[in-house]
């Protein structure tokens, strides 16, 4: 899949600098691709763009297809005439962090002024493009934009909470709420509309200017969604649609409980008896969003760790099989090549690699794992092939000069003797090395571009406060940063038409 040598960042829309909260799909995103390709990079890796829930984090989404309104550019609604100017003053949050609850209250005030602006504008052009996009994205759009009203309408109670006649989508009542919401339910609508409105525009930017988007797909969705709402039949639910096994991962040397994810699990079977046609419709959106997916926890599409619902920990779990060779069968016949990433990392077995390299889907090398146990450490990179991406580290990672000063002296050694320098430009030196290698995707977190130390964090797997909110502003993306990158993107071959 990877047919010749590139390079990109690894940024989440959040992370952009903004004077609303938190970063846009607006004027700083062009920006940021303008650096991506001014600087010789032809991949911009994003996090999930659902709306998210709880913790704000990416990987919680309220729904798999729709987009975060959070996300949405204030500045080009007022372009549209859904805003005016003088709505947008008076706010101005303070940069380098993502204020995400006084934007949600900010965002869903002026998005509904938006709302009501443009359904009183009747017959326009964009009237025309809201009415195909609501029809185009039925299948998913009404039962979303529902849950949304009835979850704002039930003080944020998961739906498992609301009336019985609700939890189990009675069609009568399904209809008596729909018409009570009809105008929140519009609303939503019109949210997720200037949402992929200024999506796809961004996307065609990137194109324009030869990047493209690297999506990502969790393996698993939220039980507080509109997806397990809407398609309980699915997952393993009991008869008063409660989960009855949930994810997550065995104990391991870092857990001697493992992890318990509690995400409901996906009863294979029946998604195969309906030829796995909720998985088709979410990576064929997914593929028209993005020109890459990176799929979060591929080992699941062989087999699983199931977790009785009762379980407090991981401990109490037993490896499942999961059809993953039928649906990517299925998907690839229906949508031809796959152009996937397979999150690989962690204990991964024959089984998992076989269907990861049967289909050729690339593997994910993460050089701050690569030192420390010897020369056949499978991230090392003399033990790389050409179909894999790799990165110094990923947004679970710690920024490659917070891990730097956090090893040990003899770990820093063993470092240096492998880069064969003093590494006195950390994170550069790691970067080099990453663009070096052999692999035909390499990803680098912006947060290393910028040289930031631990306090950039991304996210602490295992911990459920103090993540996502990182924010770069916008006088750190200079040019000598991206003419730095720009030099040794060329050196390696990896620039954009360098000649492969």
Request: hydrophobic share 40%; with cysteine.
């Amino acid at each position: 899949m990877l047919t010749h040598r590139a390079s990109g960042i690894l940024l989440h829309p959040t992370s952009l600098p903004g004077r609303f909260g938190l970063g846009s799909l607006g004027k700083e995103a062009r920006r940021f691709i303008d650096f991506l390709a001014d600087s010789q990079q032809s991949v911009w890796q994003i996090l999930p763009l659902g709306p998210t829930g709880y913790g704000d984090s990416p990987y919680n989404a309220l729904s798999a297809f729709a987009g975060n309104p959070l996300l949405v550019d204030l500045e080009d609604l007022v372009v549209n005439g859904d805003l005016d100017a003088a709505d947008l003053k008076g706010i101005d949050f303070e940069e380098g962090t993502a204020h995400f609850s006084q934007a949600h209250l900010v965002k869903d005030r002026l998005l509904r002024k938006g709302a009501t602006t443009f359904f009183r504008q009747g017959a326009t052009n964009r009237a025309s493009a809201f009415a195909r996009f609501t029809e185009e994205q039925g299948y998913w759009l009404h039962d979303y934009a529902l849950f949304k009203a009835l979850r704002n309408h039930f003080s944020g109670q998961s739906w498992s909470q609301w009336p019985e006649a609700l939890r189990r989508r009675q069609p009568q009542a399904l209809q008596s709420w729909g018409e009570d919401l009809a105008e929140p339910i519009l609303f939503e609508k019109y949210a997720q509309f200037v949402f992929f409105e200024q999506w796809f525009s961004l996307k065609a930017h990137a194109h324009g200017r030869g990047v493209r988007i690297m999506g990502d797909i969790p393996i698993f969705v939220a039980f507080d969604s509109a997806d397990v709402w809407a398609n309980p039949h699915l997952f393993y639910l009991d008869e008063n649609q409660n989960p009855t096994l949930v994810a997550g991962v065995p104990p391991d040397y870092f857990s001697t409980t493992g992890q318990r994810w509690g995400n409901p699990l996906y009863n294979w079977e029946r998604l195969e008896e309906q030829d796995f046609s909720w998985w088709l419709a979410r990576f064929r959106w997914n593929l028209a969003l993005t020109d890459l997916v990176r799929i979060d926890h591929f080992r699941g599409f062989e087999s699983y760790w199931a977790i009785p619902a009762t379980e407090k920990t991981a401990v109490g779990g037993h490896w499942r099989p999961a059809a993953g060779r039928k649906l990517f069968q299925t998907l690839q016949a229906a949508l031809g090549s796959l152009p996937l990433i397979a999150e690989d990392l962690g204990v991964i077995t024959p089984e998992v690699e076989a269907l990861r390299d049967d289909f050729a889907f690339p593997g994910m090398k993460i050089l701050q794992f690569a030192f420390g146990s010897g020369p056949r450490n499978p991230y090392l990179p003399h033990n790389l092939t050409r179909n894999c991406v790799i990165y110094t580290g990923t947004h679970d990672n710690n920024t490659t000069l917070g891990w730097w000063k956090a090893l040990a002296a003899a770990e820093k050694t063993a470092v240096k003797h492998y880069l064969g320098s003093s590494l006195r430009d950390m994170p550069w030196d790691l970067i080099r090395c990453a663009l070096s290698s052999v692999a035909g995707l390499c990803i680098l977190p912006m947060q290393d571009i910028l040289g930031l130390d631990a306090s950039a964090r991304m996210n602490t797997p295992g911990t459920s406060s103090g993540n996502w909110g990182w924010r770069f502003c916008g006088e750190q993306m200079t040019n000598d940063k991206g003419a730095g990158l720009a030099e040794l993107t060329r050196l390696y071959g990896r620039a954009p038409f360098s000649g492969e």
